[in-house]
C-alpha cells in the first residue's frame, strides 16, 4: 500500500491478529486481518474486542 500511495492505519495489534484499516475511494472503511495470530491475546483488554468463539449466544 506505501508503494502504491494508499493511505492505511499503521500495522495495528487487534485482539489476536495484526490489523490494517483503510479506506475505499468511497471513504467506506476496509480492515484487512491477518490468519496468523500473533500469540498474544487481548480479547481481555480493555478496548479490544472478543473472539467469535467467546461472544455469548444470543
Given at each position: 500500500?506505501?508503494?502504491e500511495g494508499v493511505p492505511h492505519?499503521?500495522?495495528?495489534?487487534?485482539s489476536v491478529a495484526w490489523l490494517v484499516v483503510l479506506k475505499d475511494p468511497e471513504g467506506?472503511?476496509?480492515h484487512l486481518m491477518t490468519r496468523e495470530r500473533h500469540g498474544f491475546d487481548q480479547t481481555?483488554?480493555?478496548?479490544?474486542?472478543?473472539?467469535?468463539?467467546?461472544?455469548?449466544a444470543g
Open positions: 500500500m506505501d508503494r492505519s499503521p500495522v495495528i495489534d487487534a467506506h472503511e476496509i481481555g483488554r480493555a478496548g479490544y474486542g472478543r473472539t467469535v468463539a467467546e461472544t455469548p
